[in-house]
């Protein structure tokens, strides 16, 4: 070893409140470090499952005669299918890229201390992890989004067209932070021994009931489901796209998507924060 | 060396120390009702001391620790870092301190390297002095060849080094340290015991907690032993042996419960104490002599056979011994 050498580098003039906002910026860096070094993962995660449904569905369905949408229909269902398969890759991704890691940091490496000794209140730590959050849920959005227009059987294009960009990406970014505010949520909540049989049981329903492989208005001769679905958050983010990208599908009004999925966000994100300081905060 | 670099203006300031604690309490609520961690611990280190909280596992050191780092809410008392109140001004305090915490927390997805650069990001250095000094500190803690090499690769004492070097990212004046040897090989302790001590001679504060009667007799100019969340003792290491007014400590062992009469010879002149555990007696005697014929004769007449005999002068574990009434166990 040689000479610890302490010769300061810099002078520390800033304020605590600079050193909080670089605390914080310094976090997302990192963030964004990790999800490049990581996008082979990321991409792999964002595409095989809704590339999968959008085979059967779209291509392998129409093709062998047995989806009830084939024949003539069938472009229809396709365009109906693009803005699902998009809103449950993005609130899929939101929830898993903040809740994997977090449960490895709360529990097992007691990494979270990392970030806790830097220089800024606990809380933001908590914001910072939903904020990276959103941000994968959105590049998952973009990777799955081109991929689901071209997966599909011959002459059954979905017919997608952005038609409100403000409301596209209103609808993106709001149901990003509901996703990401999703899995911080179960981080916080979740024993992390279970966390595996969460996803089968938990997010599986959420998929397979989200208005992801049908609008929600196709659900009136099943009232009550109907209903129920409206607690299903992925709803308001499939509706919401439809709304953007397939105005002339049939979807849920767009003051409801978009009050759902900022209050939803709200909602979800302050209770997680909550969470996140009891569990932090020894 | 530029020691006194890593002290900030506040630091110099005479008559506020490093570190002070007052009162301070912790009780944690559990399912199984309220566990008192700290009773009152009152501690108060100048800056430039290399302090050491000893004590048995459980003892009360890491929430100690936790507390003075803000990692861990009080309950009550008052925690003071340079002046600063660890629940007024939580990020005044992590500002100008280091820490290392008892398991390797090191950030998993980031390189060697990574987790450095990070950490002074973290505190505020642009990009580029966050690399410049991960470089620098690689090469001070001998970690130049393992930059790119992900943290699950190093070895233990390599975790430590790289615990250590995290912690000195931005130049803190006070330096504490949970248990910075606990499991390693003897050789990576010593090793780490000079790094220590060359920090300590830049000028840097350091309160270091140990289960190691050792490591806090070569270290520490300051001691405060602590056992069920309370300071039981604190001083130089002189001080607190001072205290037992012995000068020498025979340790009898039976194979069975040693005679109780033995407790009697404490009366005796020359004799301070008399300390009976599991299967030992320890008596504190200014003088040796004599000392082990009274132990024989009380002995024979309780019809116990003497195992084993020894006579050391007063250390750290016959302080504890006094203090508390039981072997230190590591």
Known sequence: ?282 | MAGKEHQDSDAGEAGIPAISVRGLTKVYQTARGTVAALRGIDLEVPGGEFFGLLGPNGAGKSTTIGVLTTLVKSTAGQVKVWGRDVSTDPIGVRRRIGVTTQGPNFDRYLTVAENLEFRGRYCGMPGRVARARAVQLLEEFDLADRRNAHVHQLSGGQAKRLMIARALVQRPSVLFLDEPTAGIDPQTRLHLWDVLRKLHADGLTILLTTHYLQEAEDLCERIAVIDHGQVLACGTLSELTADLGAETITTVSYDGEPPPRLRDLAARDGIARVELTDRQAHIFARDAAGVLGAVVDVSTQAAVAIRDVSTLRPSLESVFLALTGRDYRE
């Open chain 1, 1 to 282: 070893m040689t000479a610890i050498t302490m010769t300061a580098l810099g002078t520390d003039t800033d304020t605590d409140a600079g050193a909080r906002w670089r605390a914080f910026a310094a976090m997302v860096v990192r963030d964004i470090r990790v999800i490049k070094r990581d996008s082979l993962t990321l991409v792999i995660r964002s595409v095989v499952q809704p590339l999968i449904f959008v085979f059967v569905f779209a291509y392998v369905m129409p093709n062998i005669g047995q989806s009830a949408q084939a024949g003539p229909y069938a472009s229809a269902y396709a365009t109906i299918l693009v803005p699902g398969t998009v809103g449950s890759t993005m609130l899929l991704t939101g929830v898993i890229s903040v809740m994997q890691p977090l449960l490895m940091e709360l529990t097992y490496t007691r990494e979270i201390e990392d970030r806790l000794l830097a220089p800024l209140p606990a809380w933001a730590i908590a914001v910072e992890k939903i904020l990276a959050g959103a941000i994968q849920s959105l590049l998952a959005g973009l990777i799955v989004f081109p991929i689901s227009l071209v997966v599909h059987a011959h002459g059954f294009a979905p017919s997608i067209h952005v038609y409100n960009w403000p409301l596209l990406i209103g609808v993106a970014i709001t149901g990003a932070l509901f996703g990401a505010s999703i899995g911080m949520l179960f981080g916080t909540i979740i024993d992390a021994r279970r966390s595996p049989g969460l996803l089968a049981v938990g997010l599986l329903p959420l998929t397979m009931l989200g208005c992801v492989y049908y609008p929600w208005v196709a659900l009136t001769p099943i009232h009550w489901l109907k209903i129920v679905t409206l607690f299903n958050p992925m709803v308001y983010l499939a509706e919401g796209l439809r709304a953007s990208l397939t105005p002339e599908v049939p979807h849920l009004p767009v003051w409801a998507v978009l009050s759902c999925l900022a209050g939803g966000s709200l909602a979800a994100g302050g209770l997680a924060v909550r969470l996140f300081l009891r569990k932090v905060v020894l």
